[in-house]
């Protein structure tokens, strides 16, 4: 899931949906025309979960998002074995740290959240319209990796 404004959330989301592809069913979506309880109905295994930072606020749809989902898990009484965020940025990621671990915390307060990964990947956007930095396009690579292996 993800949410975007200029779609750089949706390019990162398409890259853990072609690296999963093959040996998981994925599907992708904003969370803006995604209802939760669809996901929940849905009982997916993992969730991986996008957000932008916008005016100094991190991922704020994402997390009312995120609220609504776990609601709505615990009343079908399903759960998510394993779950991870991301974060597209335009600050320097050092500047970004509070932001990411505040939209972790939520993701640890999720109460049908079996399990979540220590680390959520932030992205850094060139513009504010992107493009997402070729370096942090690397980075993502490699942090998709250590998320199949880290569920096998
Ligand atoms: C109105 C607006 C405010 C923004 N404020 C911030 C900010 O406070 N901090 C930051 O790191 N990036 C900020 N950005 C950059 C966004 O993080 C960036 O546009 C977004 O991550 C790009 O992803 P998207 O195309 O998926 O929306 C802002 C962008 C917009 C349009």
């Not at 759960?79 to 932001?99: C, M, R, S, W």
């Not at 060139?126 to 690579?141: N, T, V, W």
């Amino acid at each position: 899931m993800y949410d975007t404004q200029f779609g750089n959330g949706k390019i990162l989301a398409e890259k853990f949906q072609k690296e999963f592809s093959g040996e998981y069913e994925v599907k992708t979506g904003d969370v803006k025309d995604i209802d939760p309880q669809t996901v929940a109905n849905d009982n997916p295994d993992v969730l991986i979960l996008g957000g932008a930072i916008r005016m100094f606020r991190g991922a704020t749809k994402s997390k009312k998002w995120l609220k609504r989902l776990d609601k709505a898990l615990k009343y079908k009484g399903n759960n998510i074995k394993y779950a991870t965020e991301f974060l597209t940025h335009g600050l320097p990621t050092d500047k970004v740290q509070g932001f990411k671990k505040r939209y972790h915390k939520k993701l640890e307060k999720a109460s049908s959240i079996e399990n979540v990964y220590p680390e959520i990947l932030t992205a850094r956007v060139k513009e504010q319209e992107g493009p997402i930095l070729d370096s942090e396009m690397e980075k993502a690579q490699n942090y998709i990796h250590d998320i199949i292996n880290w569920i096998k």
